[in-house]
């Protein structure tokens, strides 16, 4: 048995103390109603509170409403775009916070990965390139609709401040639409949000700094990122490093590194995927940042999370499927018991 004095440490992340380094990845559970968190939802994520996690991160949500009340993703995904969202939220973060955890929200905007059919309108993007999964060809984003993409973004993490969530991570990963900026197969743009690293960073930028000015410069806000798209033509993990000194530098808290998009290589890492197989993407981010970086991709057992933390591969490990596994993943752990952790099988 491995002692996990790495694992089980606390980390300050700004004014933010995390019991332990681990966090639990979002899942995309489909347990909403119209956008709104429900019972199922919230005895969801306290289960893995209260097994031992140091920092939930919830379902991604979205900052927009789809323009069809009716569209699928619209009855089981959850939505932060109103303020009517923010009771339910409350509720959650009180369960949370009562089992010593903290708690975060990932916001997100699908951006071109989103059917036509689905969405209920042309879903739009950095540039009008179709997503291989999706098919739809989305319109191109003029200036001022990036404008207000921005202040959404800035709005719903207004919202999770009010319901007392302790920070939000803006989803920059997977291909979604802070990837459709920021990443090089997706973003053919002439004007500012486009060409090079900086003007292909500056979407996420100026989230960032938005939800900085209208929550407060000390509220906490990180970024999820591709280390790589894993797709011809996509960002290498060379532009992933430059990616990360750019948020840094425009005040990102914490940095939470994936891969791949629609198209390419399986966002979540199949089966027949090694152990940690993303683990050396967030290590080379790790070494061009201060600030704290969070690793994901198959960290199976409390073993493996440990050496990457002693390793100084990362400061935090993100899990999500062995936490579907055994909720008790954290406690098991932290109680020398790490042997009986019902495994995930992926």
């Known amino acids: 048995w491995m002692i996990l004095s790495n694992l089980l440490s606390p980390i300050q992340i700004r004014s933010l103390e995390l019991k332990n380094r681990v966090v639990m990845a979002p899942l995309g559970t489909g347990f909403y109603n119209q956008g709104a968190v429900t019972q199922r939802e919230k005895y969801f994520h306290k289960a893995r509170a209260a097994g031992g996690v140091g920092l939930i991160l919830t379902s991604a949500a979205s900052v927009s409403r789809p323009p069809n009340p009716k569209a699928s993703v619209a009855s089981c995904h959850g939505v932060i775009d109103d303020d009517t969202f923010i009771p339910g939220w409350k509720d959650l973060v009180k369960e949370i916070h009562g089992v010593d955890a903290k708690i975060g929200m990932q916001l997100n905007h699908f951006g071109r990965q989103i059917p036509f059919k689905v969405w209920g309108e042309q879903p739009v993007s950095s540039s009008a390139i179709a997503c291989p999964v999706c098919r739809s060809t989305p319109r191109e984003l003029m200036l001022n609709e990036i404008d207000e993409i921005i202040d959404q973004f800035a709005d719903a993490a207004r919202r999770c401040k009010e319901a007392g969530m302790d920070l939000v991570e803006i989803h920059g990963a997977h291909g979604y639409l802070g990837t459709q900026f920021l990443s090089p197969y997706m973003n053919h743009r002439a004007d500012e949000y486009g060409g090079n690293a900086e003007g292909r960073t500056r979407f996420v930028r100026e ?87 969070i690793a994901v991709g198959r960290i199976d057992t409390p073993q493996r999370a440990e050496e990457i933390l002693r390793e100084k591969k990362a400061d935090l490990v993100a899990i999500g499927r062995p936490l579907l596994a055994d909720p008790e993943w954290g406690n098991k752990a932290a109680a020398g018991r790490a042997e009986t952790i019902r495994k995930c099988i992926y």
């Open 207 to 293: 989230i960032l700094q938005r939800i900085k000015r209208k929550c407060g410069q000390d509220f906490i806000v990180g970024v999820r990122i591709n280390g790589q798209d894993n797709i011809e033509g996509g960002a290498t993990i060379e532009d992933a490093q430059e990616v990360a000194r750019w948020l840094e530098k425009a005040g990102a808290d914490f940095l939470h590194v994936s891969a791949t998009v629609y198209g390419g290589y399986p966002p979540i890492s199949p089966m027949e995927e090694t152990p940690g197989c993303y683990v050396h993407l967030a290590e080379a981010v790790k070494s061009q940042v201060g600030i704290p970086v």
